[in-house]
């Protein structure tokens, strides 16, 4: 059974920047696509940014796009996001998962859809204020 840490998260003034951590145990993810999500308070999960299996392609959502990076290290089985210029509206509970493919999360769309998920692990919270 694959096990999803994240980690990283915390209070930052908008500006700022965090760099949040999930690290995949139980099976190596290296042949998989990585990617993160984001729920805010009474909203469905968001996709954010996902990378390929070998780290060379990546994409990211709209809102975050300039300011986010996603890399990965599969020698440490862990994926890293990397946020900067945070905004008031990146408060959120991030989590990450495991793609279907090689390439993206879902198996004809990079963003997945986050519906394609049933099990999500505790994510990492972010509280960005303004």
């Known amino acids: 059974q694959v096990q999803l840490v994240e980690s990283g998260g915390g209070l930052v003034q908008a500006g700022g920047s965090l760099i949040l951590s999930c690290v995949a145990s139980?099976?190596?993810?290296?042949?998989?696509?990585m990617g993160w999500f984001r729920q805010a308070p009474g909203q469905d999960y968001e996709f954010v940014a996902c990378?390929?299996?070998?780290?060379?392609?990546?994409y990211y959502s709209d809102p975050v796009k300039g300011r986010f990076t996603i890399s990965r290290d599969n020698a440490k089985n862990t994926v890293y996001l990397r946020m900067n210029n945070l905004k008031p509206e990146d408060s959120a509970v991030y989590f990450c998962?495991?793609?279907?493919?090689?390439?993206?999360?879902?198996?004809?769309?990079?963003?997945?859809?986050?519906?394609?998920?049933?099990?999500w692990g505790q994510g990492t919270r972010v509280t960005v204020s303004s």
């Open positions: 998962q495991i793609g279907l493919t090689s390439q993206g999360m879902g198996a004809d769309n990079v963003q997945g859809p986050p519906s394609i998920f049933d099990s």
């Open positions: 139980g099976r190596t993810f290296d042949l998989k696509a």
């Open positions: 990378i390929d299996y070998s780290g060379s392609r990546t």
